[in-house]
């Protein structure tokens, strides 16, 4: 049978500026948007692209690590939406299940929700409900149960759905994991499915879909549409003769915020603290970002000269992993993939302070570690992507300190423009990134790439007060609208958009509908 659940509604953050974040833990220890023809649909192998957005997509809550789903276009509220595993699905059978007390004793009571508050924060509602609701901006009311009961022998019938599952032994009727009737035709909704990281373990760089599917279908069972959680490892490369005549600041490039802020095998719900509450951004490597087509990464680096390995990938102060063993990682998927990647060493927050020999020794690292990959500086943003593929190298090495770009522009490009709201509100976040992306707004008057850091920012005393309840919370309430907003408004003039938790959005779906739709400059 499938789960009861209630939606969430909105609000949301980031740690970003590397003097905000280390403070708080030390003291807590152009685009044209016209399709040509040739934009109809692009295909590599099973990897099919079309300019066009997906009606059902899953999503993965950071703080519980379980899956979410995000639907638009249902416009037959009779129809039903299902969540099942490991491969597609032809058809659903109904199954009625009878309870003489209340059904799915393992279910969560739906409780209604109402748009957020003023300051962007969830805002329950007084009354009770069996229908679920989310927020305005991704209209997400939903009920989970269709069941009738009798005075006379006072049971319920609840209806269920299964589908013939095949293993090693066999077929046999398996149940779904999931299963809802909209009651509006976009929303969202969490699903309380945990979600299995091992099956991370079995993709590569050829794989597009894995885990789980969902499903719109009919009443009788019928498959309408399947939808399946995807990994976008080649896109770059499968769009290769779409995109080879963009340069960079006319694309629309997924990235991750703080990206090496990570812990492999990190359990938030039982592992976390104040200190990880606030300092983990990410919960892939930058492999497997990599994989699931982030294109973006930002990187901090902090040199610790007493430290056998002195260059570490940190957020703030806090440092998380070996520069080596990051950048061995980027190396390494170029390498498989050919996949073009902008790797942006934007903040030093520890060690560095105003002595350029030490950046003279990470420009010398960077070099040493990436030297095959590493795209020849002198394309210039000017450049198109067919210019950065034709030098054989793709891995676009930014740096964010003028007189080390100065010194050694044969070696690193300039770095990307990050802007920053600085808020803490999903009200707040929606406010600025609209307005910079006005047609009279900044994005007009860079020639380099420009990301949108979209993510909340929590203040300092916030932090130590645990205001936010720690940046999962925070991005847990934002990143779907972050979807919404690039799928739909800001999507034509976007160009880096960078997240935190990214499995939580669908933003690497975003910039492949708006890359498919758009044209270069030079067209």
């Known amino acids: 049978m499938f789960r009861t659940v209630s ?91 009878y309870h003489t007390s209340e059904p799915g004793t393992s279910s969560t009571t739906s409780m209604p929700t109402d748009a957020p508050d003023d300051e962007g924060r969830a805002r329950p509602s007084s009354g ?14 939903v009920t989970t149960e269709s069941s009738v009961s009798t005075t006379d022998d006072e049971y319920t019938v609840e209806l269920g759905w299964v589908y013939d599952f095949r293993d090693a032994t066999g077929y046999r009727k398996k149940e779904v994991l999931f299963a809802l009737q909209p009651v509006f035709t976009n929303g969202w909704t969490q699903t309380g499915i945990k979600f299995n990281y091992d099956l991370m373990n079995g993709v590569n760089t050829n794989t597009s879909c ?35 005549a963009f340069r960079m600041r006319e694309l629309f490039l997924p990235g991750t915020h703080d990206s090496a802020s990570y812990k492999v095998d990190f359990d938030p719900q039982h592992q976390e603290n104040i200190v990880t509450k606030y300092a983990l951004t990410q919960d892939d490597d930058i492999y497997r970002q990599l994989l699931l087509g982030v294109r973006y990464i930002d990187l901090r680096v902090g040199y610790y000269k007493n430290s056998p390995t002195p260059f570490w990938a940190n957020h703030g102060i806090t440092r998380f992993h070996p520069l080596a063993d990051v950048l061995q ?92 709201g600085n808020v803490q509100n999903v009200n707040d976040l929606k406010s600025y990134l609209f307005k910079v992306h006005h047609p009279r707004g900044f994005r007009e008057f860079s020639y380099r790439p420009v990301a949108d850091m979209a993510e909340l920012t929590p203040d300092p005393w916030g932090v130590i007060t645990d205001r936010y309840g720690g940046l999962r919370k925070m991005a847990d309430s934002v990143n779907r609208f972050v979807t919404k907003w690039y799928f739909e408004e800001l999507g034509p003039t976007a160009n880096v958009v960078a997240v935190d938790f990214v499995r939580g959005t669908s933003i690497v779906e975003a910039a492949i509908y708006w890359n498919l739709k758009r044209v270069p400059y030079t067209q």
């Open 128 to 141: 009770t409900s069996s229908v679920t609701s989310a927020s305005p901006e991704v209209t997400a009311n």
């Open 210 to 244: 894995y885990g789980y599917y969902a499903y719109f279908i009919r009443p009788n069972g019928t498959v309408l549409s399947a939808h399946c959680m995807k990994l976008h490892p080649r896109w770059t490369t499968d769009l290769r003769a779409h995109l080879s």
């Open 7 to 97: 939606a969430d509604n909105g609000g949301g953050r980031p740690v970003t500026v590397s003097g905000v974040v280390g403070a708080m833990l030390a003291v807590l220890a152009f685009l044209q948007t016209a399709a040509t023809p040739a934009q109809a649909q692009r295909a590599s192998a099973d990897r099919e692209y079309r300019p066009e957005m997906d009606d059902l997509y899953i999503t993965v809550n950071a703080r519980t690590r379980t899956l979410e789903l995000a639907w638009r276009n249902f416009d037959d509220l009779s129809n039903y939406i299902l969540l099942a595993e490991q491969y597609p699905v032809e058809a659903f059978e109904p199954r009625y299940f």
């Open 329 to 420: 990682q980027v190396k390494r998927y170029a390498q498989e993939t050919n996949e073009i990647i902008v790797l942006d060493v934007q903040e030093f927050p520890v060690g560095f302070g105003k002595q350029y020999d030490i950046h003279t020794k990470l420009i010398d690292f960077l070099q040493s570690a990436l030297r095959d990959v590493m795209a020849d500086p002198s394309i210039g943003w000017e450049g198109t992507l067919g210019d950065v593929w034709a030098g054989g190298r793709t891995v676009v090495v930014t740096y964010d300190h003028e007189f080390a770009f100065r010194s050694y522009s044969h070696v690193v490009w300039r770095s990307v423009q990050q802007r920053w």
